[in-house]
């Protein structure tokens, strides 16, 4: 293949790396080709020139077809994927297929950037002078392409202009078809309606922010604070100077009013990115999104990697939410790819939180970010008040005493209404045999079935098996089976019995699937009428209830007596989000938190004081056992079907590997759970003081796991894990 270059390609099939591949015709950087890759056609990437090819010439197959004019992903988005697949050992071709719309991923055809029809010289003075055309419909269009921005054919379709009209302006000379790119940024105007005067702080905090420059910005704003606002505002700057604005959020299916929020205030089009979507309305809004025509996008984690024809800032709403991190396949942190796509591209990122995670609040806190603060409620409401809520020892179930229950009577009798937050769905958690202790468990998993009443059944919620209730114990026989502890399900039970005057609604995943079983769910609590809500953390995202003037979380102590040390963090986060959620209006708000070990050390500064005092604290104890972020974690997870295989792969591996200075591996051990859907499983922790240890480690086990593993373990690597589960 003389006359021919090599190029490297990244291919969807799960090795490390690329291949190499000739092609007669020079290739850009970003575009897909169609390859042969094990006797099946592939669409691939191009990444770089292949400088020192390794395949022999022989051997060296050609690139089948070129599928793109332009570049998919633009270098700087390009170098942003290339890094992510080195930084989190995922396979540079499963990264992009990660990014990609499926139907681009398979080589569909992108949109070339939208065709708009725009005004030549001639034809605004043409408009301007009223020496208009005879064909009135020509008229017409001329007059509204004058008061309006440049009309895609989709557009002009839908306004009624037909072929023969629009060719009819062309040929005059009076319009042209214009790529989106092509059109000057001060020709698309944009309207933005500031309805709210700033509080003194968000002002702050909008002018500390330089559009210029690749800076992080950390935005603490307690819960109330207007950090919406903000960011309105930061986006409204953004779009003036023509370029484009990216949100992140950690929901959109069950926070609509997110959008909404968004498409309000700006009257040019705002792109969504979530899966919920079809794959067809998730290829348009990304093309739109890639071409220029949309100027806002928000969208949840995949959401980073949109081609973005020119991106002014990046925001990360709620960035402590785990949700950023992909859990299994691609483990990417999309919080972490944010800051680095920044600065690739030259722009800052906003993280906003009124509870900011710990790594976030460290890197402020070395000056790498720069902190903002918003420690006000926007509309003046008081910070709620927490108050700690001793529950007996020996109590299984974790609900209030009498004293509450008057509370929250006396709460309702005023006209107000009461958030039950139970991190717990199903009706009990545990169920129980009083005559011989057997407990119902799960076969594949090491874990408690769950008891449901609504569907009813026994549900796992690890695998999902389900299993009829049983009337008699499966061990002693007898009928003295008792369902154990109190879930968001059984909750909704007692409190109706409780308070037969008042709604109640409950809010789980288990009931409340889409937009419009939330928006049913929410329509009483935004009547005003009083009642009580009670559900699991999905009612502490991000909602907006201004009568609810007493909050209750329901058994705290889990999250501070569990093994992952991320489980104080999370707790404490879910706590001042719950908290938050009462008195944002005029009402002063009251949070309970009831629990058997009152004086947990250290609490006092999470509700005394503020979320970030409370931070500290445990940034310093972080620090003192050296764990993350004052430690670098990677996490290697593997799971067979026999008992101990994933165990003793783990242990051959480990090794195999050079010690690096400064750098622990720990294990392998099993996991809290051990064996979940019928998986054994076993994991190693490294570990390490800098990141470059870490990555070194982390390459020699990915090397020895490849030619150690069989085909009958499965295993994976966890940069950065969020949880050891
Ligand atoms: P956060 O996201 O920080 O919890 P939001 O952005 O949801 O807070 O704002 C909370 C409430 O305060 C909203 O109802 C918002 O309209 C209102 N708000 C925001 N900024 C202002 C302001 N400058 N003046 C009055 N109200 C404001
Ligand atoms: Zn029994
Ligand atoms: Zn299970």
Redesign the pocket.
Known sequence: MSNSTIYNIAIPVPLPGTFEYASPLPLKPGIRVSVTFARRRLTGVVISLCDDPVTPAAKLKPIDAILDAEPVFDQALLNLLIWASNYYFHPIGEVFSAALPSKIKHGGALEAATERLTLTELGIQMAKVGNLPRAPKQAQLLTRLQSSEPMSRADLTQAGYSAAVIRGLIQKNWACWRSVKDVPANDAPHHFKAA????EA?RQAIAAVELDQPMTYLLY?V???????VYLRLIDQVLRTGKQALILVPEIALTPQTVDRFQDRFDCRVGALHSGMTAAERNRQWQAARSGGTKIIIGTRSAIFTPMASIGIIIVDEEHDTSYKQQDGFHYSARDLATVRAANEGIPVVLGS?TPSLESIANAEAGKYQLLK?LDR??GAKRERYQMLPMPPNQSDPLPNQALFTEIRETLERGEQVLVMRNRRGYAPVLFCTECRWIAECQACDARLTVHRQQTGLKCHHCGASHPIPTHCPNCSHVTLTPVGDGTQRLETTFQTAFPDFPIVRIDSDNIKDRLSLDRALAKLQGGEPCILIGTQLIAKGH?FPLVTLAVVLDIDQGFLSADFKAVERTAQLIIQTGGRSG?DELAGKVYLSSRMPDLPGLNALIDQDYLTYAKQMLADRSRYELPPFAHHGLIRADAKTPGLADQLLQRVQRLVRAERQTEILGPTSPAMAKRAGWHRSQLLISASSRQARHKVLQQLQVALTQAAPRTIRWSIDVDPADFF
């Not at 709210?196 to 509080?199: A, D, E, P």
Request: hydrophobic share 25%.
């Open positions: 709210i005067s700033l509080t968000q704003g819960t109330g604070s207007g950090k919406t606002e009124a918003l926007a509309n907006h944002r």
